[in-house]
C-alpha cells in the first residue's frame, strides 16, 4: 500500500511552474507604467531641457545609465520571481537589444537623408520611442493570445524567423534611400509641410494655418519602420518567454535605451560589418526553437548563453575587421 500511495503521489504530483504561471497584480503594472513615465519624463525635461548635438563622451554615460539600468531589472525579476524568469528577462533583453541595432542605423540613414541637425535628434527619437513602446505592448499581447488560442501559431512563427534570418544573413549591407521608400512618398503627398525645419518643432503657423515640418515626416517614417522591426523581434521574443509582464518590461529597457547607442553608435554603423550574420544566426536559433517547442524546451541558460556568444562575437569579429577604418561622420 505504501508504494501504491508513492506512485500515486508522484503521478499526480503538479507539473514544475513556467514563467507562464506567473500572477502579475494590477498594481504592480501600473507602477511600472509609472516608472517608465518617469524614466521619459526625467529624460526630456531634464537630461535633454536643452536642444543640443551629443558628443560621444555624454553618449557613453547616457548609453552606460540605460543599459545598467535594464539589467539591474534582472535582479529585481531574481527577487521578485526566481531565477528562471530572471533568466528569460535577460535573454528577452539581449534579443530586442541586438535586434535593435538594425533601427539605429536605418535612423542614422534617415537623419543623414533628411539633414536633421543633430541637437533635434533627441526629440525626435524620445517620441520615436514613446510611440514604439505603446505599439509594442499592443504586439505583445496580441501574440500571447494568439499563440494561446491558436498554438500551431508557433509553427508559422518559426518558419517566419527562419525565412527573416536568411534574409538578414545574405543581406548585402547596401543602404536603403529614403527617398525611395513608399512611406516617405506617402506622407509626403497626405501632409503639406514646410520646406526646412523651424527649430525642433512637428508643426507651426503659417499664415494663419498649422501646418507640419520634414521632422514631423522623419517622426512618421520612424514609426511605422518600427512596426516592421516589431514584426521580427515580438515572434523572436515569445520564443524565450510567454509572460507579458517579463516581455514587456525586457523589451521596454531594450527600447529605452536604444537613443543613447543611436549617439554612440550611429558614426560606427560602417565597421559593423558582421553584425547582419550574427542577427540572422539568433534569428535562426530562435525560430528552431518555436519549431521544436513541442518536442523540446531548450533551457534558458542554453539560449542565454547562445546569443551572449553570438553577439558579442560579430562585434568583436566585425571591429577587428575593420581597424583603422574612418568613422562616418554624417
Known sequence: MSILSTVLSV?????????????????VWIAFAVFICILLIVDLKLVMSKPHKINTKEAVWYSAGWISLGLLFTA???????????????AGYLIEKSLSMDNVFLWAVLFSYFKVPKEFQHKVLFWGIFGALVLRVIFIFGGIALINNVHWIIYI???????TAYKIFKNDHTEANPANNRIFNWVRKVIPQTE???????????????IATPLLTVLIIIELTDVVF???SIPAILAVSRNEFIIVSSNAFAILGLRALYF?????????????????IILAFVGLKFLISDLYEIPIWISLCFILFILIGSILLSLKQTAGTELDNN
Open 11 to 27: 503521478s499526480i504530483e503538479p507539473m514544475a511552474p513556467t514563467s507562464e504561471d506567473i500572477m502579475v497584480d494590477a498594481w
Open 76 to 90: 529585481v525579476i531574481y527577487w521578485w520571481q526566481g531565477s528562471m524568469a530572471a533568466g528569460e528577462y535577460l
Open 157 to 163: 512563427f518559426g518558419a517566419f524567423l527562419l525565412f
Open 196 to 210: 526646412g525645419y523651424r527649430e525642433d518643432n512637428f508643426f507651426v503657423i503659417e499664415n494663419g494655418k498649422k
Open 230 to 232: 516589431a514584426v521580427d
Open 264 to 280: 554612440l553608435l550611429a558614426d560606427m554603423k560602417d565597421r559593423f560589418v558582421y553584425l547582419n550574420e550574427g542577427l540572422g
